[in-house]
């Protein structure tokens, strides 16, 4: 389709969610753009949900800041210069490393941010300061299907499919995802998938809006989805429906596997999960039925303690019906963040470094120190995990910079969380806006927007796309690259650290070159002509690259992953051999209700920016407490009342709203506002053991009414 927009709009794509809905931006005049459609972007042609269509509001000097900010003797953050807001950050980091070592410095990182960014931010980390104590908040995104989709392929890649897949796929169950609310234009692909006469199961213990649309919605338990996924396989094996020739073929663990579903009877896995056998079989039979059939997985079964083994489930289950690596099937996982797909690949993750390679692979440290210009032995080891690394501030960790978190709102145990950021002796924040992290920072760095900015971002498919600069941004406000470069200046390192994204890219695409996420084929050309392409992309062998079956050709990039093998090293799939267990807060007497948190269409994430918007405050002005009417009755609570969620971490009070389409043992809260009505006050810190992703899809409260 081709793009009809005016002739100075731009073409790029929105801010917020990993769909990176392509979109075009016109300047208008007074510091701001008009969003119009671009239907040449396939993957959503021209549809925006109201988060993008508003974003511009957020670029006017009124929502953002246009100054540093530094604290003064009097406790107040003021505007200051920016050398001043430099100096002092640079002046601290170095004094904080001098008295206590460079793992006492911590950044923080976010997976909005776009791959030379993150890219540049993971460099910074280990070549200027040094540290070990890097990761980001994508580490409570998708870490635990990560981990998944690494152990059981070999490599993970969010989808290893195109979103244009799912229309033929023949059956989709959706685990733990509510895409009508998170990312709308993608319910185009279901919408046609049942057109097509193929089926969508949701799995979600609310009756959400994409549960609404589903042929069969199953309604377990928060926190036994990895139960359902056994059951469903121990009847795929009783059904006689195992795909024996591509289990022979192309996995390998398959009697282990098979050995821990047979132990999950329906009858114990509908006690288990609440979930009847008889809606048991029918989703079985549905996903068995057709040629093709896919899983996709999100928060709800990956934000658990025990997410990396509830996602291996369901990777079990595709792996013995035969639907992983084969045209219009397989297992997916839909990222939540902008950049949550290339934010892990780039080394702003504890534990990674460019391409998606192992900070702990000495051939992975040679090559990238080698592009960097430093010894592979001064590259230190893997940190902490993102809650680890909250939960050490104040003590192993004297000094932090983040750049495009707002940990207050979004962490898990969060006013332990922000004592934790109290409690520091610096805190420096990179943002647009004065995030409630933000005011807490001794020093607050206002950056650009990406309507401001040029940069790639990689969606959910493992796309990479290119965003463009529309518009000037307002003076007094500058780019992380460029705070990063000054950083780096002051603290000693004058040279790698460009302040021009393209550049930045040209080094990434060195360093990830040869790893599992190899972009060195792609170049910000290729990105505008053709759309976007798909990782792995090697140069050709002319490049520098290995010949990959393309000669000198550019290579096309890699829609579909894993068609000929899986990228293991023996090419085989592996079955995890994983089986239920509780939740790391199951409820009791004290607590005897379950909560779970999720989104709302009209905010996103922590809601720092979608606060800022009239016209999403007045669709979803603030927080709620979803619960059936039977323990509203049991409650005597009636719609609009307050109620106190209480938890083992803290209290938190919001507004009934009573439905039907919510488990009667189960409150739901949506997480983006801070203060009292703070959902994250209340969710477990507890980590899965692979992943480290917190349990925020499950803990036990109690719910009280609240007197006036
Ligand atoms: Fe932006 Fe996601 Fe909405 Fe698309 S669905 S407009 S990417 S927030």
Redesign the pocket.
Known sequence: MQNTAAPNAVPT??P??A???G?NLTPVGGGTVEVSERADFPV?RGA??G???T?PQVLAPGARLTSPLVRSRDGALVPAGWDEALDRIAGSLGRTRAEYGADALGVFGGGGLTNEKAYALGKFARVVLGTSQIDYNGRFCMSSAAAAGTRAFGLDRGLPFPLEDIPEAGCVILVGSNPAET????MRYFTALRENGGTLIVVDPRRTRTAEQADLHLAPRPGTDLALALGMLHLVVAEGRVDEAYVEERTSGWEEARAAAMAHWPEYVERITGVAVPELREAVRLFCAPEAAMVLTARGPEQQAKGTDTVGAWINLCLATGRAGRPRSGYGCLTGQ?NGQGGREHGQKADQLPGYRKLTDPAARRHVAEVWGVGPDSLPGPGRSAYELLDALGTDIRSLLVMGSNPVVSAPRAAHVEGRLRSLDFLAVCDVVLSETAELADVVLPVTQWAEETGTTTNLEGRVLLRRRALTPPEGVRSDLEVLHGLAGRLGVEKGFPVEPEEVFEELRRASAGGPADYSGIDYRRLAEENGVFWPCPAPPADGGADHGTGTAPHPGTPRLFLDRFATEDGRARFAPVAHRPSAEEPDDAYPVLLTTGRVVAQ?QSGAQTRRVAELNAAAPGPFVELHPLLAARLGAAEGDPLAVVSRRGRAVAPARITTGIRPDTVFMPFHWPGEGRANTLTNPALDPVSRMPEFKVCAVRVETVRP
């Open positions: 794509h929105c917020y969610c769909l990176q809905c979109m959503n925006l949900c988060k993008g269509r974003a990312m709308p234009p993608s902008g996103y």
